[in-house]
């Protein structure tokens, strides 16, 4: 178990309005990733995040921030959601970061924009 | 840039074999498997990091070959428990910064 844990579990929001997810690790690993997964697409990379306040943009930021300012916790907030960002979100940690170490993710947060 | 997968699905009855292929247009320095089951988080299967290393998780292999920029998962009698959806993801050069890009994911169905 990778103490990793995400939250909210599921969420429902309207459009045009913020929302932050969290996800928070127990293990104080330094690489932690934010991922969305859709339907023929698989997961794409939004952001991660090398260390206290080091992030960096994956393959789909925009319409997305991250903050890091604890090693434990990542957020991710949609400035002004849309209902393109209707998604499952997984938050994933990586011991060592590089390209031989896994990474574990948490259980996904599943967000409907109406 | 997305690897690609190849099938999409695939369906099996219990105890026959299944290739599923991972490309890549890139230079690769390694390639990751996961499994995913419905409803799930993905969970790690192997890496695999040499050209033409292959590496084994009970009956579930994989080769990587770094010419081809390609990687192959052969599931082998396959079980009811490996149903689920399978993701390759990769490192490139250009990307080494801790970012693992993966594929589109093939759904592995098997069938009593």
């Known amino acids: 178990d990778a103490g990793i844990t995400q939250s909210p579990r599921h969420k429902v929001t309207e459009t045009g309005t913020p929302v932050t997810l969290r996800c928070h690790q127990t293990e104080n690993h330094r690489y932690m990733y934010w991922y969305r997964q859709d339907p023929g697409h698989g997961l794409r990379l939004i952001h991660y995040?090398?260390?206290?306040?080091?992030?960096d943009k994956g393959e789909v930021s925009d319409g997305y921030s991250v903050s890091r300012s604890k090693t434990e916790d990542f957020l991710l907030t949609l400035e002004s959601a849309t209902s393109s960002q209707t998604s499952v979100y997984f938050c994933?940690?990586?011991?060592?970061?590089?390209?031989?170490?896994?990474?574990?993710f948490g259980n996904g947060t599943r967000l409907t924009v109406t | 840039q997305q690897p690609v997968q190849s099938p999409q699905a695939v369906i099996l009855r219990e105890g026959e074999d299944a290739v599923i292929n991972c490309s890549s247009s890139?230079?690769?320095?390694?390639v990751h498997w996961y499994r995913q089951k419905h409803g799930e988080a993905p969970v790690f299967l192997m890496i695999l990091l040499k050209g033409g290393e292959q590496k084994g998780h009970e009956k579930i292999s994989a080769s990587f070959n770094e010419k081809k920029q390609q990687s192959s998962l052969y599931l082998t009698a396959s079980q009811l428990s490996y149903s689920g959806t399978y993701f390759c993801?990769?490192?490139?050069?250009?990307?080494?910064?801790?970012?693992?890009?993966f594929g589109q994911g093939t759904t592995l169905q098997v069938k009593p």
């Open positions: 890139k230079a690769l320095y390694s």
């Open positions: 994933a940690i990586s011991v060592m970061g590089g390209d031989n170490s896994p990474l574990h």
């Open positions: 993801g990769t490192y490139s050069p250009t990307s080494n910064t801790g970012k693992l890009i």
């Open positions: 995040s090398y260390g206290v306040k080091d992030t």
